[in-house]
């Protein structure tokens, strides 16, 4: 399939809309109020440094709503006030966010239902409206929507559009497209949809395994099974692995996708030469600028003096998992929680691993004064931090009127 020529035609349907509804003043007037927070606006201007009474609050100075999610949001309120009485979709959720996809609910904009693993979209109907989200949706989506007659309104942030450019270069140019992502996540299963032959790499490990096996051979039984669910139909890698081209997740480590990005570069070199590179790789920067500020900010505040790190956001947030990565592996004690419902009371918290797996630890608040490091992804509203905050600062009061 030409997914360009198809994406083209579709961007000139009537029925496309990306540009919003012309309701964008209402619609500011409408998140400020629900999303935006005076408190941090307050540790903003005093340098995201902030005390009350024995709590330092250290916030990072790059967190919270990026410009792409907010766009998401604004147009998702849009479409809401533009179609006031048309049954709206979502393909999936508008961002990594509880609060935010609980509030669209509230608003009647119903979620795709997935059975067995596969979205529904039996149930939507000729001229019914349909969201798709920040991460954008996969050309096959897109292509079921555009028959049926629906009205398309594409949030899709232009991050994300420039990585599917980048693969669909390396698919003109035959490339393979490695894409350093989650091969579930939905902003890679769309990538992937516009790549030619493609192979999804979690992590540095996996990145090793796929140079060795290029330098070196192996057992191709062996890789398959490795790769099953993170490679194109019909990948060979004794053949499709001959030219290939770097593209990413947007949200996934800045450091990790340069570096994996190096490896493959000094691989096609050794196998080929440095006069033959250029035919056998292939990169472009497609690492998102909000993405690496925050995780930039998030360097910057483990090197001070911290007792310990909140980490806010959704729980299936890649790149709020990867803001917790960076003060894990400092070993400051952490905590990844996605609201204020968390916090159970001064000597319990529940919080999410790393490991995906839900933990409750206790004596997480330490007594006397404490500088509590602050930061949260790229989905998450700053209502959410001040309620965490203004949480903290309570039990740390109680505490101390005992």
Known sequence: MDTKAFKRSLQHSENYHRRGFGHQEEVATQLKSEYQSHLIQEIRNSNYNFQRDNVTIRLAQAFGFCWGVERAVAMAYETRQHFPTEQIWITNEIIHNPSVNQRLREMQVKFIPVTDGNKDFSIVESGDVVILPAFGASVQEMQILNDKGCKIVDTTCPWVSKVWNTVEKH???????????????????????????????????????????????????????????????????????????????????????EEIGKLFERTMMKKYGPQELNQHFQSFNTICDATQERQDAMFELVEEKVDLMIVIGGFNSSNTTHLQEIAVERKIPSYHIDCVERIKSNNMIEHRELTGELKITENWLPEGEIVVGVTSGASTPDKVVEEIIEKIFELKQSVAMV
């Open 171 to 257: 698919k003109k140019g035959e490339f393979t497209s490695i894409i350093h992502g989650k091969y579930n996540h939905e902003e890679t299963v769309a990538t992937s949809s516009f790549a030619g032959k493609y192979l999804i790499v979690l992590n540095m490990h996996q990145a090793e395994y796929v140079v060795n096996y290029i330098l070196n051979g192996g057992d191709k039984h062996e890789f398959m099974a490795k790769f099953a669910k993170a490679c194109s139909s019909g990948f060979d890698p004794d053949i499709d692995l001959e030219r290939v081209g770097i593209a990413n997740q947007t949200t996934m480590l800045k450091g990790e996708t």
